[in-house]
């Protein structure tokens, strides 16, 4: 399946700091998405980043997308206690559903 | 209004048990889908419903039986559960077809299976 690959696994930084969480995916895709779950929560929508983008911004999220290398990136700047949560990418493949298949998340806990 | 809403927030219920996971979402959205989350791992998908039809299974046990009576309204009917069914069950709804497109989620029904 295309499944994508967040890394690392976990992730404990201070509040201020920038947090960076990568994913990498196997075949071609669509586009590639990044929720945001909260402990025990729904999750909720981030960022969509096309095939053909490089870069997005939102606020205080960058992602970026490099498709030779299979590869996104979710930057988080100047991160706060309330961003404590799982962070999962979505990939859908090319020619495929179009329904997202869920990385394995990156737990991120920011210290106040 | 950019809300899912899912009833009940917990359930627990014996193997011999029926009971029904309830979704729902006013978002005119017309594809609606059924996940479920073991701790510390992510979302699986079990059904997709695409206007009210069912358009993906995969491959879940017969013990649970999705409904879509409506375009609003989703369900989940679980009957004979076995203890390693439990988890939270997620609700979520897009727009359906095309490009993927951003899912809306609900908070989840916590399921324990006694």
């Known amino acids: 399946s295309q499944q994508g690959e967040e890394d690392p696994q976990a992730l404990s930084i201070q509040e201020g700091e920038n947090a960076t969480m990568n994913c990498s995916y196997k075949?071609?895709?669509?586009?590639l998405q990044w929720y945001r779950q909260n402990s025990g929560r729904g999750l909720v929508h981030l960022i969509l980043?096309?095939?053909?983008?490089r870069e997005k911004h939102s606020g205080r999220l960058r992602v970026t997308l490099d498709t030779s290398k299979k590869s996104s990136s979710l930057l988080i700047t100047a991160s706060r206690a309330a961003d404590t949560a799982s962070y999962f990418c979505?990939?859908?493949?090319?020619?495929?559903?179009?329904?997202?298949?869920f990385g394995r998340g990156t737990s991120l806990i920011v210290h106040p | 209004d950019t809300e899912v809403t899912q009833t009940p927030k917990h359930l627990v219920m014996g193997m011999t048990n029926k009971k029904s996971l309830k979704c729902e979402q006013h978002m005119g959205h017309r594809a609606m889908y059924w996940y479920k989350q073991k701790a510390k791992k992510p979302p699986e998908l079990m059904f997709v419903?695409?206007?009210?039809?069912?358009?993906i299974n995969e491959s879940v046990p017969s013990r649970f039986s999705p409904e879509c009576p409506n375009s609003s309204l989703l369900n989940l009917h679980l009957h004979a559960l076995q203890p390693e069914d439990s988890a939270l069950y997620l609700c979520?709804?897009?727009?359906?077809?095309?490009?993927?497109?951003?899912?809306?989620f609900g908070p989840g029904t916590r399921l324990t299976v006694t």
């Open positions: 979505a990939t859908d493949a090319s020619g495929g559903s179009y329904i997202p298949t």
């Open positions: 980043i096309r095939s053909n983008e």
């Open positions: 075949t071609s895709i669509n586009n």
């Open positions: 979520a709804s897009s727009l359906p077809g095309g490009e993927g497109k951003e899912q809306y």
């Open positions: 419903y695409s206007y009210e039809k069912l358009s």
